[in-house]
């Protein structure tokens, strides 16, 4: 049931219900306004709240992500910090891929 607006937290001019509201209050930052100015209030998360399970995966795979694409940068680095390779970035990362193919840059 929809009941009387009160403030939202977010700006949209929705209707939501009182439920709906606390849970939105509870999960987001919110405004204390105090002499004309405002300020955040940022709630605190408890090791308990979160879940250990989606947190892992999720920084499993950015963690891999991120590796698989700046590994290259790294092969590139190595080579040209070597002198196996002379030239520009662009030059040596060529080069690599004519010889080895792409594959060259893992």
């Known amino acids: 049931a ?10 949209c001019p929705c209707p939501l219900t009182e439920s709906e509201i606390n849970s939105h209050w509870q999960s987001a930052a919110m405004i204390v306004r105090n002499r004309g100015g405002a300020e955040w209030d940022h709630q605190d998360i408890e090791w308990a709240q979160l879940d250990k399970t989606k947190m892992l995966g999720s920084q499993t795979a950015m963690a891999v992500g991120l590796r698989g694409i700046l590994y290259p940068n790294s092969v590139i680095k190595t080579h040209v910090q ?9 030059e040596v990362a060529r080069t690599i891929i004519e010889r080895n193919g792409l594959r060259g840059l893992w």
Not at 2 to 10: L, N
Not at 82 to 90: A, E
Request: charged content about 15%; some cysteine; hydrophobic content about 25%.
């Open 2 to 11: 929809i009941v009387a607006r009160r403030p939202c937290p977010c700006p």
């Open 82 to 90: 070597t002198n196996v390779l002379t030239g520009s970035t662009k």
